[in-house]
């Protein structure tokens, strides 16, 4: 027995001993990671040539290492061991996203795993360079990386602290982290990623404050375990027996990376439906075949679809459909450059060059519920004045009053439907800003008085650069600004100079509270010399015809940073101003893509101040929060049918983005059009939200009018049934104001369960009534539509057609474009005319759409058109509307407006099976007709009075 007990004693002591030497060795010396950053000579050389970095634990501090090659031999051999064994290409995350291809060495160098291509492999230059297709350069499973932290729970939720103890290939890493998870709302999860010690660029967007938990969620949230490597996902709780579905899951992709001007976040995905990511112009389902989409607002013409380049906006949000039909949405409040990366795994890669993983999920579960919780966090859209809603017609190229006013004419003998012209930078004295060229282009004054008189509205296009050309007369805008110090400026502290249109320029800070001042003051002060009612922001990404200024860059690390997403032109200044221009708010690096924004934002503030009445903007470049402020066209678009075609998906895209004021320059802005094109498109634009023919200097006029009678019947066709929609479109931009809902919308959102329409782009909705089916290809009268299962009626004639969920080839004559009513749906109207001021003073009409149970409801909102928060102060009408087998009925629901008639003169009804032997308005006979091939029902009203509840019944 006792000498069990001494070797029992001696095991103890020896297990002892080991354990404080390896203590010892652990923490007495200082730990070191070889990090190799290589040039384009030998791998070796490379490795002694490069920078490195190491983390000296007793000062905290990174520090420059020379490897030997025994160190360097060592670490290349680790990626041939298991680690590296991944079965699956899909599941290879890439360890080198840089532009350049590459190489072994270089792979081998970063501690990934090498694969050279394979017969099934292969890697290509896209049009920006990036590099796609399967990596040959990947993360091993082992990668060294973050560690989870301690856990504490907080008022909203939990906190994890996170560390790590090597640095990475990327310079200055943030050692340690803080993981904040907020159970914000029952349908809303906030994770933020940030460094506790050090202050970083956040975004200033205002959104929700939250100071304690949900009480009831619809996720979980789950961390790995302390001290094991770092990863989380987040999981649906299913309200129906069965198991969580996860949506978001780290486990196993790439690993966190949080360096200074380096962070990535990777993400298996549950499905391969995934939407939104803007700015990009492609079809609307995006592929996750090694696609990469990067953001870094730029003034760039779109080009060919589906090519992930960096075009005017930055919206890093997307929408997914999971199995079931259920639907979430993730959003990344980031504003640097960034690119996202797209596999077939499925899985998701965010990079970003800057600022900190400010992360926000909705769960839905429906498409429009997941877009209402997310513009609950930006900003609902705007309310916009109900002339906006008309037709709107420009040209580069109007250069004076003269021709201004005879395009007016013009549609004015055709008898086509106009509401506002528009007029390019030709107004304009030398290009400049609030400046008027009246020797050269007559009295725009005047000429806009005109238009007011017509009934019509004048929207003028504003730059943001402002000349600083030395004149021997005032030039207030320049002045102004310079006393002011409102100008950016470049990194010693003085006003950055561009080029512009004019020439040389600065440009107004509107990160800087001033600038809103200033712009008020220019604004307010143009406005009172011409009384235009909106404006046009263009050129706002920055756009500048220098790269980066009249000086150049300084060529620091925010001109140059470590990595460069792909974006077009390989750097940050190319076509704008120096990343390390300093603003208000921060530097250019992190506010770049702000600008557009907080410019409409402060031309918001400046409008309601000027004119009293409902601001009306529409802005190149956008942001996040965009759709709060003001609308967005899609760019210098190409007269093809190509670009009439991704304009779709582009306008979906947007309203998902919050943006319902959306539209493309219809029949394009670059190359001549023509008819049978420009006719087409026409009839598409009708039914854009924003609905504008814009076309480019130097083009032949592309206006309705100028072209034959055919096309001009159908044009006039197509916008006089806008009009008559006006009050159902005006409904919904009210739903999209007060509860986040779309305007336009892609079927799916309508038909979850319908995996069918998950990739349908070339068709889309109003609202959830209103279904349109443009030509898109030259030469087409036919078109196999797809109709999902319910009932639908043909717009024009209420013949029904009763959906299954498949194609129906139907005609589509060069006269009209294809529109379809949805069973169940009571669509508001008005008698049309050439403008809505003389629309607005026409009675309202009814087409009621029974569904299969003979059921139907819809609803009018209603105000003046133009003040300012009329629901917020109560001056409206909300009225609903309700039909059943033998009635369609009224309730006011609120009469708060009584400035203008509401008076219904005509109610339609499609799908009536029997015939009527009477109709009643109100107990009183009414005049009707019944097309029993069609079986439709139409009835004279004899001027109801909407705000008053009314029945219409039959027998």
Not at 55 to 65: A, D, H, I, S, V
Not at 271 to 292: A, I
Request: hydrophobic fraction near 35%; charged fraction near 20%; charge should be neutral.
């Amino acid at each position: 027995m006792g000498s069990k007990n001494v070797v029992l004693t001696s095991f103890v002591l020896f297990l002892t001993l080991v354990t404080l030497a390896l203590i010892y060795s652990l923490y007495a010396v200082p730990r070191v990671q070889i990090i190799i950053i290589q040039t384009q000579d030998g791998a070796f050389k490379e490795q002694n040539d490069g920078i490195r970095y190491q983390l000296n634990e007793k000062t905290g501090k990174q520090e420059e290492l020379k490897a030997t090659k025994e160190e360097y031999e060592k670490k290349k051999n680790v990626q041939s061991k298991s680690q590296c064994a991944v079965v699956d290409d899909d599941n290879k995350f890439d360890c080198y996203p840089e532009t350049s291809i590459a190489t072994k060495e270089k792979c081998e160098a970063r501690g990934c795993c090498w694969q050279a291509a394979n017969q099934t492999q292969t890697q290509s230059k896209g049009l920006n360079g990036k590099v796609t297709g399967v990596p040959f350069c990947y993360y091993p499973k082992d990668f060294s990386g973050y560690k989870t932290g301690l856990k504490a729970t907080t008022p909203t939720g939990f906190t994890v602290a996170l560390s790590r103890n090597t640095t990475g290939f990327y310079p200055d890493d943030v050692m340690n982290l803080v993981m904040d998870i907020k159970y914000e709302t029952e349908y809303r999860l906030r994770i933020r990623i940030y460094d506790p010690k050090n202050a970083r660029y956040e975004v200033p967007l205002d959104t929700p404050k939250v100071t304690k938990a949900a009480p009831i969620q619809r996720y979980s949230v789950i961390v790995s375990n302390t001290g094991d490597a770092f990863n989380f996902a987040v999981t649906r709780k299913m309200l129906e027996p069965g198991q969580p579905v996860v949506l978001f899951n780290t486990s196993g992709a790439a690993p966190l990376i949080f360096a200074d001007q380096f962070i990535q976040l990777s993400t298996f995905l549950p499905t391969k439906c995934l939407y939104g990511l803007g700015e990009h112009r492609g079809s609307l389902l995006h592929s996750m075949d090694w696609r990469r989409l990067t953001t870094w607002n730029r003034d760039q013409a779109p080009h060919d679809a589906d090519t992930g380049t960096n075009l005017y906006g930055h919206h890093p949000f997307y929408l997914m459909m999971e199995d079931g039909g259920r639907s979430h949405g993730f959003f990344l409040l980031n504003s640097n450059a960034k690119e996202t990366a797209l596999q077939p795994a499925p899985a998701l890669t965010w990079r970003t060059i800057g600022g900190v993983l400010d992360l926000y999920m909705f769960m839905g579960p429906s498409p429009s519920e997941v877009v209402q919780q997310y513009t609950e966090v930006i900003g609902r859209s705007f309310m916009p004045p109900y002339w906006s809603l008309g037709f709107h017609l420009c040209k580069y190229g109007y250069h004076s009053v003269n021709e201004t006013m005879a395009v007016v004419k013009r549609m004015q003998e055709a008898k086509i439907p106009q509401d506002t012209q528009w007029n390019d930078i030709d107004y304009m004295d030398q290009y400049k800003d609030f400046t008027i060229g009246t020797s050269k282009f007559g009295d725009q004054a005047g000429m806009v008085n005109t238009l007011h008189s017509m009934g019509m509205h004048y929207v003028m296009i504003v730059d943001p650069g402002i000349s600083n050309k030395k004149s021997s007369s005032p030039y207030p805008p320049y002045d102004v600004g310079t006393k002011m110090d409102i100008w950016i400026k470049d990194s010693k502290g003085v006003p950055l100079v561009g080029k512009v249109w004019p020439g040389d320029v600065v440009f107004p800070d509107f990160t800087n509270p001033k600038a809103y001042d200033y712009w008020t003051q220019m604004t307010k002060a143009f406005h009172d010399q011409v009384q235009f009612d909106g404006m046009w922001i263009d050129m706002n990404e920055l756009s500048n015809f220098y790269d980066g200024s009249l000086t150049g860059c300084p060529g620091n690390k925010y001109d140059n940073p470590p990595y460069v997403p792909a974006v077009l032109g390989d750097q940050l200044k190319a076509k704008t101003i120096c990343p390390s221009a300093q603003q208000n708010f921060s530097l250019t690096y992190n506010v770049h893509d702000l600008y557009g924004l907080t410019e409409t934002m402060a031309t918001y503030q400046a409008l309601k101040t000027a004119r009293a009445r409902r601001p009306f903007i529409i802005s190149r470049s956008t942001f996040a929060g965009q759709g709060h402020y003001g609308g967005h066209w899609s760019g210098d678009n190409f007269a093809r049918y190509e670009d009439m075609a991704v304009s779709i998906p582009e306008m979906l895209n947007m309203n998902m983005f919050g943006i319902s004021m959306i539209g493309a320059d219809i029949c394009g802005f670059h190359d001549d059009t023509t008819e049978q094109l420009c006719q087409r498109w026409q009839q598409l634009g009708a039914f854009y939200p924003f609905s504008r023919n814009h076309n480019d200097l130097g083009k032949k006029p592309q206006d309705p009018a100028v072209f034959s009678d055919a096309m001009k019947n159908s044009t006039r066709t197509a916008l006089s049934v806008r009009y008559s929609l006006l009050p159902y479109l005006y409904t919904l931009f009210h739903k999209s104001n007060a509860m986040g809902e779309t305007v336009a919308r892609p079927l799916f959102f309508e038909f979850p369960e319908d995996t069918n329409t998950y990739i349908i782009d070339d068709q889309f909705l109003w609202g959830s009534a209103l279904m349109i089916t443009p030509v898109l290809t030259k030469d087409t009268t036919a078109l196999n539509t797809y109709f999902p299962a319910c009932a639908w009626y043909d717009f024009y004639t209420g013949l029904k057609i009763t959906g299954s969920g498949s194609r129906i080839k139907v005609n589509a004559p060069l006269s009209q474009i294809n529109l379809y009513v949805r069973g169940g749906n009571i669509l508001p109207m008005v008698e049309p005319a050439m403008t809505t001021t003389e629309s607005r003073k026409n009675n309202f009409r009814l087409l009621v759409a029974l569904n299969e149970t003979g059921q139907a409801n819809g609803g009018l909102f209603w105000d003046d058109g133009e003040t300012i928060g009329t629901h917020d102060s109560g001056v409206f009408n909300m009225i609903m509307f309700s039909a059943g087998k033998n009635f369609v009925s009224s309730e006011v629901m609120k009469a708060g407006y009584t400035g203008e008639k509401m008076t219904l003169d005509k109610l339609t009804v499609y799908g009536m099976l029997v015939t009527p032997k009477s109709v009643t308005v109100n107990g009183k006979g009414a005049q009707f007709q019944y097309n029993s091939p069609v079986k439709t029902l139409t009835v004279s009203i004899p001027l109801v009075d909407l705000l008053k509840p009314f029945s219409v019944k039959w027998m």
